[in-house]
């Protein structure tokens, strides 16, 4: 079983619908979790993390956190094609500088 | 600014050869990492190191050597013994974020090094 599983995709949706993007993790240990965006040819950037069960905000995305059934899941709401990106997920077994691991990644297509 | 400086960009080897990847950051980062990418795998941790003359192995280590001589600087040797070193390489370091009751490492990634063996 791998670490961290995402689906690979791809994922379709149309222009202003919501994204969901999802994540599993094998470990229980794990604290932190993170989505981080990935643009074909460039370097990962950080769209956001969550550490405690629940949903956290920030504009147009939403990261939710069930740690009992070990899932995180991202939302992207009013998709826009400049969305359209590998969304990769990654865990750390807790605070510190702890080895980050991730999952192969999702890649969202955003149809105009 | 501050950020993390991979070079080169393209780099192309013969097999055989030994080749360094230079890694480095003005964040002040404690800590900093080397993962491989390659097409489909996602990232594959390859070094991690916390702090200066430091460092800890990662998943797939075997073939790969570092130093961490300085807080700035994290350089990534391919040796002749990474059998299929062909990929992306992505540097990346991290601060500790102390929110509320816990911390998140926060990875700031280099625009990579896309390494080619001929």
């Known amino acids: 079983q791998k670490e961290v599983e995402q689906n690979s995709g791809p994922l379709s949706v149309p222009e202003g619908a919501i994204a969901s993007l999802n994540c599993t993790y094998s470990?229980?240990?794990?604290?932190?979790f993170f989505w981080y965006r990935q643009y074909s040819g460039k370097s990962p950037e950080l769209i956001m993390f969550?550490?405690?069960?629940g949903d956290k905000e920030d504009g147009r995305f939403t990261a939710q956190l069930n740690k009992a059934s070990q899932y995180v899941s991202l939302l992207i709401r009013d998709s826009q094609p400049s969305d359209s990106a590998t969304y990769l997920c990654?865990?750390?077994?807790?605070?510190?500088?702890?080895?980050?691991?991730f999952g192969t990644g999702t890649k969202l297509q955003v149809i105009p | 600014d501050g950020g993390i400086t991979q070079s080169p960009k393209y780099l192309f080897r013969k097999e055989g050869q030994n080749v360094t990847l230079s890694c480095e950051q003005n964040?002040?980062?404690?800590?900093m990492y080397w993962y491989r990418q390659d097409p489909g795998q996602g990232l594959r941790l390859i070094y991690y190191?916390?702090?200066?003359?430091?460092?800890q192995k990662g998943d797939i280590a075997e073939g790969y050597s570092v130093s961490r001589e300085k807080k700035e600087s994290f350089p990534l040797t391919v040796t002749s013994a990474q059998k299929n070193p062909t990929a992306f390489y992505l540097c990346?370091?991290?601060?500790?974020?102390?929110?509320?009751?816990?911390?998140?490492?926060?990875?700031?990634f280099g625009a990579g090094s896309r390494l080619t063996v001929l």
């Open positions: 190191s916390q702090i200066v003359n430091d460092f």
């Open positions: 969550i550490y405690s069960n």
């Open positions: 990346a370091s991290s601060t500790l974020f102390t929110g509320r009751s816990s911390g998140a490492n926060v990875l700031t």
């Open positions: 470990d229980r240990g794990s604290q932190s």
């Open positions: 990654a865990v750390t077994p807790s605070g510190g500088y702890q080895k980050v691991t």
């Open positions: 964040l002040n980062h404690d800590a």
